[in-house]
């Protein structure tokens, strides 16, 4: 199975600083077809999880332009340009690349 | 706009038996693969199980082939997860997903709590 690792797992941010959250493939996760398919999700509490980024860098509809994900092969990272107090939750990783889906442990974000 | 709504959650003892039901509305469900991901209490996310539009292609986490099985009824919008021979590290929240071209979920249910004790 891929193990997908994040990191930190926790962070404490300011409203309006940036924050920054790694997620590492044990495999890459570029397919056959060029694209690379890693997605990232977020859990805010007491809710279910939202789809935030797709294929590495894409975001979904509704999604601010203040989300943003890069990385290939098997580093990526998701970075918040402007924390606000509606980011707060778990961020998830996950590979769609290979069964089983795998996700990171999660990165939980709060605000100072 | 896109809604699924899981249903059938509840507790049960070891060994025990549960079906869930996903009720999809909003989109052409038998366009896409469905798959089904659970929240074990204060844990991370898991994905469980996945089945192809027609239902034709089914796939398992090791964890679970054998005691689960995923399905499908295109006619009535509706997926289902049946679990047999429930363990109690099956207690999770069950969410009911729709698979993205590429592997990711779309839109997910709110979820519906399976709590495996005697």
């Known amino acids: 199975d891929i193990v997908m690792t994040q990191t930190p797992l926790s962070l404490s941010v300011t409203p309006g600083q940036p924050a920054s959250i790694s997620c590492k493939s044990s495999?890459?996760?570029?397919?056959?077809?060029?694209?690379?398919?890693l997605y990232w999700y977020l859990q805010k509490p007491g809710q279910s999880p939202q789809l935030l980024i797709y294929?590495?860098?894409s975001r979904f509809s509704g999604v601010p332009d203040r989300f943003s994900g890069s990385g290939s092969g098997t580093d990526f990272t998701l970075k918040i340009s402007r924390v606000e107090a509606e980011d707060v939750g778990v961020y998830y990783c996950?590979?769609?690349?290979?069964?089983?889906?795998?996700f990171g442990q999660g990165t939980k974000v709060e605000i100072k | 706009e896109v809604q699924l709504v899981e249903s059938g959650g509840g507790l049960v003892q070891p060994g025990g038996s549960l079906r869930l039901s996903c009720a999809a509305s909003?989109?052409?469900?038998?366009?896409?693969?469905m798959s089904w991901v659970r929240q074990a209490p204060g844990k991370g996310l898991e994905w469980v199980a996945n089945?192809?539009?027609?239902?034709?292609?089914?796939y398992y986490v090791d964890s679970v082939k054998g005691r689960f099985t995923i399905s499908r009824d295109n006619a009535k919008n509706s997926l289902y997860l049946q679990m047999n021979s429930l363990r109690a590290e099956d207690t999770a929240v069950y969410y009911c997903?729709?698979?993205?071209?590429?592997?990711?979920?779309?839109?997910w249910g709110q979820g519906t709590l399976v709590t495996v004790s005697s």
């Open positions: 294929e590495v860098s």
């Open positions: 997903a729709r698979d993205k071209a590429g592997g990711g979920f779309d839109y």
């Open positions: 909003g989109f052409t469900f038998r366009n896409y693969w």
């Open positions: 089945i192809k539009q027609g239902g034709n292609q089914k």
């Open positions: 495999q890459s996760l570029l397919h056959s077809d060029g694209k690379t398919y």
């Open positions: 996950m590979q769609g690349i290979h069964l089983p889906k795998t």
